[in-house]
């Protein structure tokens, strides 16, 4: 799910129509932002401060980016000269200029590679390679008078680069066109230049309002359409997909897009009253929407960017910054009824001639539930039952990990049967070093119990499980091992699994809520007390990491002095006439 | 000569904020209860000058306050209407009411009937004619508290406020006359507070920052405005009913005036937004109006005055009552009272070079803070004297010495039963802390030869309780300690304990029973005693041979004396009273020997904050006086060492040359809290910094400015 937080100014913009557009600085956190023609600014996201800028005489005509190869700022003035500059310089009228003879249409910056220019003619060249060459460049039309570049981006494919354009032409009808770069010069190879056209399969007269070229997880190219369907154009596979609908935008007017990250999208448009705008975050791997977010003022064809965990919008009179947070989507059921199904009147001409083998890998044990076109939980519940019954752990630590989706009345089985095979009743489990010398013992069952924590299930499903399959003894084994888990053990755990561990704490003590309470067992209070214990810790750990983050962000930008001393009373002995 | 003068900065007692107040017209004297249930009456004829104070006790609460002639009356969460005695500043009678917990209380304005509004929904209704408080009436139980209430002029009708509604009621009949829906958009609408003008209009401050005018026969709203962002929460409405004052939450005050238009046949009232002021930070609670001065308190807890046209704001700051501070000259030691403790310091000391000069700091790299005020655009106060140009030429002349030695804190004391303290003494000696509250005398004997033994044991004190003022002779071995107005002469040995050899009964010779100002004279050859009453009265006592005789009373005053000393010296006797003029009384040939020069100066008679203590200059012929933001030091010979004075540029030192030539000169200490000598070229001044109250309070609403 994705949630978005309080809504932030970061700038106020000088003129809507001069507004250049936005891109990441050295730091990650910090932008810069071209303000207008001849203004561009530095601002640090955390807490929205002008940390720079720079004025100029001659006109920017896009945005000034940060050049990692060349660690300098560029920017682009009067179409047709470049001009490069540092972060301490103080006057940008007197960096050196470079004249090109073709008109500049903007620069993009890439992560490892040199930045590249696209040049309004269709071609582009890297950076370095451009400047040596700005005299000779050649000068062929790429793309026809009556065409437009709308947008334009870089990705890579199995470490090739491409270079994706999205081309509008005079009747309003959309072209991508992709070309290879060649290594090191930027340019295309003109042999390998694809065009495709964008339209959609079933033939409604629905045209394009929004189109965003993603190159950060997928290098694909999403486009929504006015009868609010977003559709993709693999750029890997070179194949379309409908993701699916978005209705809370109003369709009426374009919509901004940009890449939020965790397969989500963001989309800004007028609401459907059109009465103000919403900024919609949409996954786009389970075609529904996971945020709604409303706004006051819709702008049309709004710069929308994501940057440092942040949404950065262009809004009628200023520059908004909205930081969000997402989060790996465990629970489906929270997205339940925001899914809206539409009736699909298109017909499809669907091909059953299915190939005989399927198309992944399997294990042989499932090979004759296949056929039966069992669905997966149940293929695990019967194989993993048998394996149960013949008490073969080493079998199961293989064949489990085969699969995805493990229902849960399997998930308890197994744990029950690790707890089995481990037999702790003959520790004692408030003693701390004899579980410590437990644990540490590299077995099958606990590589199993390890390996179950880490699959999802569903909280609702699993707690009925766990009550009837798990004794209240088990269950303490289970907290005590998670507990050494967290705290003692030396494996290396990824915060994605630790906080499935974390859940599985609160979902055992769910479980067995009512005998935690109605006993008075010692070894219950003990346990319980320990994981309070943790869990106080690790918030108190939090709290010291949170406490020590600004003091060390300090020291790395060098602000930081001397401590004053605070010691010292406010008191001083002066020498006064009286 | 330079003097050396030890700023104690961190005397920073926790700032009490203000509940309510109630403004007596007649003898122009203010009650204000703050939230530690303490009451303080100011009187406000001259200079506003704190006058009595009653402790608070702990779990206690004053909500609101009313004046019935010269009696004080308050109301609170207890549940009780007390009537207090403003002379022994203790209860004086206490009646329960019906309904648990008091919201509000109204006097009426023939000061018969008093009404209390109660948290069940009772409206009590007491008679307090014949200096009695009898049982009325209860009118009809109503839903929710009330939360206030007002009579109208002639106290026929009584309009009340609670949640989401308005009652008038009959006062004869306790049955309402009229409800009046306050609700709107389905949200709970909570009457902060009411007025009620004599032509029936009933005016609500509510929830919601409206401002509403009610037709009180009828129950229809006449006119509402929307004056604040957050809960307005009182009305203040001009004698005249010309003007009315508003404020809350959203500290803005905001000036309703009455406006007559229309032809001649027909005219109507209408009342229009006037200026609006920008006076405090945090939510206001109460308002009075005194005469053209606008009364407002709050959470800030400063007491604030202000007025326009013209405009004007004076302010005073949050402090413990006076006596707040005590020294020892020898040891160097200062006692600092707070609510309900007590610390003993240890002062810090300088270095010294072998020429045996004191060593200046170099070091002395402080920036200049200048204060922005942006955020809120906060009205100044209005001083007298042009603070900026006083700022430069002292920054000039700034010198830090050198600190061998950070001052020290001793022991901090707790009052016993935690009760709040009224009055405290540190023995000249310094080996004796004195404490009273209300209900219990304390000595202490404090050992502290070296720094890491230090001890405090208790000394036995019998045939006194408590007090309300004491004070040791020069020799630490006598007590002199008020009560009840009775002055009580204690023989004191550390080690044996303190008793009473004589008692003095004062109402012979002072007009009240609460004394203000006792002060006992420390080297003059007969030993004084001075007392001096919240009447402005003054009666003096000479030690005859072993016991303490009536000597003389001082000419009698129209108004209260602020401060008194007794020029040692001389053996006179100087007192200044709260409208600024200054007597000098020979004590030896019992008469006024002369008015001071300070009253030739404009600059002096110009002052608005009364002098909070006063005491002679130890080297020269001088008077050095004390307020609230200054330190003002007054020379009976006009040709004084000021003449050597490095020069400045002209233009800017004019004021000042001015000053100097006259033997006025003015050092400005915001907030002046306390000044003593401790030598001839030695002093020590209690500074408390307004930031530091500032930062005490809790947060105000402000604005955010950077969400949308």
């Not at chain 2, 050992?447 to 003022?469: A, F, H, M, P």
């Not at chain 2, 550390?494 to 002060?519: F, M, N, R, W």
């Amino acid at each position: 799910m994705a949630k978005l937080h309080n809504y932030h100014v970061l700038c106020p913009l000088i003129d809507q129509n001069s507004f250049l557009g936005v891109a990441r600085d050295e730091l990650d956190e910090n932008v810069v932002v071209t303000l207008g023609r001849n203004v561009v600014n530095k601002y640090r996201l955390s807490d929205q401060k002008q940390i720079g800028g720079w004025t100029s005489k001659d006109h920017l005509t896009s945005a000034v980016i940060f050049d990692k190869e060349q660690d300098s700022y560029v920017g682009v003035f009067n179409k047709n000269t470049i001009k490069m500059w540092k972060d301490d310089s103080c006057s940008l009228d007197k960096s050196k200029k470079y004249k090109f003879s073709v008109n500049i249409m903007k620069l993009i910056p890439r992560d490892s590679e040199p930045s590249i220019i696209i040049f309004e003619n269709g071609n582009c060249a890297s950076l370095a390679y451009a400047l040596d060459n700005r005299k000779t460049y050649e000068n062929k039309l790429l793309v026809k008078d009556s065409e437009n570049i709308v947008d334009v981006a870089c990705y890579k494919i199995h470490k090739t680069d491409y270079i994706c354009y999205v081309i509008k032409n005079s009747k309003d009808s959309y072209d991508i066109m992709t070309c290879s770069l060649r290594d090191e010069l930027g340019d295309m190879e003109k042999s390998k230049l694809n065009k495709i056209k964008v339209a959609r399969t079933d033939s409604t007269n629905a045209h394009v309002i929004g189109k965003f070229i993603s190159i950060e997880q997928n290098s694909a190219v999403y486009f929504m359409w006015s009868d609010s369907k977003i559709t993709q154009y693999d750029l890997a596979k070179k194949s379309w997909k409908t993701i699916g609908l978005v209705t809370w935008i109003s369709t009426t007017t374009s919509v901004s897009m940009a890449w939020m990250g965790n397969d989500n999208l963001i989309l800004f448009g007028c609401n459907t009253d059109q009465d103000g705008a919403i900024i919609v975050a949409y996954n786009v791997i389970l075609g529904v929407g996971s945020c709604r977010y409303p706004m006051k003022m819709y702008s049309e064809n709004a710069k929308l960017y994501c940057f440092h965990g942040r949404i950065i919008l262009e809004a009628s009179n200023h520059i908004g910054m909205l930081p969000f947070v997402l989060e790996i989507n465990r629970n489906l059921s929270s997205l339940l009824g925001s899914h809206e199904i539409t009736q699909d009147d298109t017909m499809e001409i669907a091909n059953w001639d299915t190939p005989v083998n399927p198309m992944f890998n399997y294990p042989k044990e499932v090979k004759s539930l296949l056929k039966l076109g069992l669905t997966e939980r149940s293929m695990c519940a019967q194989v993993i039952a048998k394996l149960v019954e013949q008490d073969d752990i080493n079998k199961i630590n293989e064949i489990i990990r085969k699969f995805v989706d493990v229902p849960e009345s399997i998930i308890a089985m197994l744990l029950n049967y690790a707890i089995k095979k481990i037999n702790p009743s003959g520790i004692d489990i408030t003693n701390h070093e004899e579980v410590v010398k437990l644990c540490s013992i590299e077995s099958k069952p606990f590589t199993l119990l390890q390996y179950l924590f880490g699959i999802g299930f569903s909280d609702a499903m699993l707690i009925p499980c766990l009550r009837n399959g798990i004794s209240l003894d088990s269950s303490m084994f289970l907290l005590t091992y998670i507990l050494y888990l967290l705290v003692d053990s030396d494996i290396k755990l990824n915060s994605h699994y630790e906080s499935k561990l974390i859940d599985w704490c609160t979902l055992l003590m769910d479980s067995f809520y009512q005998q935690n309470l109605l006993t008075k067992d010692e070894k219950v209070t003990h346990v319980l007390k320990n994981v309070q214990n943790v869990v106080c810790n690790l918030i108190d750990q939090l709290t010291a990491i949170d406490n020590s983050l600004p003091l060390l962000h300090k020291i790395v930008s060098g602000k930081h002095s001397e401590q004053d001393d605070r010691d010292t009373l406010p008191y001083t002995i002066e020498l006064m006439k009286i | 000569m330079a003097c050396k003068l030890h700023r104690v900065r961190y005397y920073n007692p926790k700032p009490v904020q203000v509940n309510c107040v109630a403004f007596n017209k007649s003898n122009k004297l203010l009650a204000l209860a703050r939230q530690d249930a303490s009451i303080e009456i100011w009187d406000l004829n001259y200079a506003p000058y704190l006058i009595k104070c009653i402790p608070g006790v702990e779990n206690t609460s004053v909500e609101a306050l009313g004046w019935v002639n010269e009696r004080l009356l308050s109301t609170g969460l207890g549940g009780a209407l007390v009537e207090w005695d403003t002379d022994k500043l203790s209860i004086k009678y206490t009646v329960m009411l019906t309904g648990y917990a008091a919201w509000c209380l109204d006097v009426n304005s023939a000061k018969e009937l008093v009404a209390v509004g109660t948290e069940q929904g009772y409206v009590n209704l007491y008679s307090v004619e014949n200096d009695e408080i009898v049982y009325r009436k209860l009118f009809d139980k109503q839903e929710g508290r009330i939360i206030c209430c007002k009579f109208d002029q002639p106290g026929n009708i009584l309009a009340t406020g609670s949640i989401d509604s308005i009652r008038v009621w009959n006062v004869e009949t306790g049955q309402a006359t009229c409800r009046i829906s306050v609700a709107r958009r389905g949200k709970e609408t909570i009457v902060w507070c009411l007025a009620v003008l004599s032509d029936g209009v009933v005016v609500s401050g509510d929830r919601y920052g409206r401002l509403t005018f009610w037709d009180s026969n009828l129950g229809d709203q006449i006119e509402s405005y929307t004056t604040h962002k957050r809960d307005i929460l009182c009305i203040a409405v001009s004698d005249d009913e010309n003007s009315m004052y508003l404020s809350g939450v959203d500290p803005v005050i905001v000036q309703f005036v009455k406006v007559k238009s229309g032809s001649n046949k027909q005219t109507s009232a209408n009342w229009v937004k006037n200026v609006q002021r920008n006076i405090h930070e945090h939510d206001v609670r109460a308002l009075a109006i005194n005469g053209e001065k606008l009364i407002s308190v709050g959470a800030d807890g400063y007491l604030t005055l202000s007025s326009y046209p013209p405009k004007w704001v004076m302010r005073i700051p949050p402090m413990v009552p006076y006596p707040r501070s005590s020294v020892c000259a020898g040891k160097k030691l200062l006692l600092l009272r707070y609510s309900n403790y007590l610390e003993v310091w240890k002062l810090g000391s300088y270095a010294v070079n072998k020429n045996g000069n004191v060593i200046l700091n170099n070091t002395n790299i402080k920036k200049e803070i200048k204060q922005e005020n942006t955020r809120t655009q906060l009205e100044e106060d209005t001083e007298v004297i042009a603070p900026n140009e006083i700022d430069r030429h002292d920054k000039k002349q700034k010198q830090t010495l050198k600190l061998t030695e950070q001052p020290l804190k001793l022991v901090s004391i707790q009052a016993k039963g935690k009760k709040q303290i009224k009055c405290c003494e540190l023995s000249p000696s310094g080996e004796l802390v004195v404490y009273s509250t209300e209900s219990h005398i304390r000595m202490l004997k404090l050992e502290c030869d070296d720094e890491s033994n230090i001890s405090l044991t208790k000394v036995l004190i019998s045939g006194i309780t408590c007090c309300d003022r004491v004070a040791f002779t020069a020799d630490s071995r006598t007590l002199v300690a008020c009560c009840s107005g009775e002055l009580k002469i204690l023989q004191v040995d550390p080690e044996a304990g303190a008793t009473v050899i004589q008692t003095i009964a004062c109402d012979k010779y002072l007009k009240t029973k609460s004394i203000l100002h006792l002060v006992v004279s420390k080297v003059t050859p007969t030993s004084y005693i001075v007392a001096a009453d919240t009447m402005g009265r003054i009666a003096v006592w000479i030690k005859k041979a072993k016991k303490f005789e009536f000597y003389v009373t001082l000419p009698k005053y129209h108004c209260v004396l602020s401060a008194i000393t007794i020029d040692d010296r001389r053996e006179t006797l100087i007192v200044v009273y709260v409208d600024q003029k200054i007597v000098e009384y020979s004590l030896v040939d019992k008469q006024v020997t002369s008015s001071n020069k300070a009253e030739l100066h404009a600059e002096w008679s110009a002052r608005t904050a009364p002098v909070v203590s006063l005491s002679a200059h130890p080297l020269r012929d001088a008077l050095v006086l004390e307020d609230d933001v200054s330190l003002w030091v007054l020379d009976n010979n006009t040709t004084s060492d000021f003449e050597e004075q490095p020069s400045a540029p002209k233009k800017k030192q004019k004021w000042f040359k001015k000053l100097q030539t006259t033997g006025l000169h003015v050092i400005p200490l915001k907030y002046l809290s306390g000044f003593h000598w401790l030598g001839d070229d030695e002093a020590v001044t209690l500074e408390i910094l307004p930031e530091n109250i500032v930062s005490q309070l809790p947060p105000g609403i402000g604005s955010k400015k950077h969400a949308l």
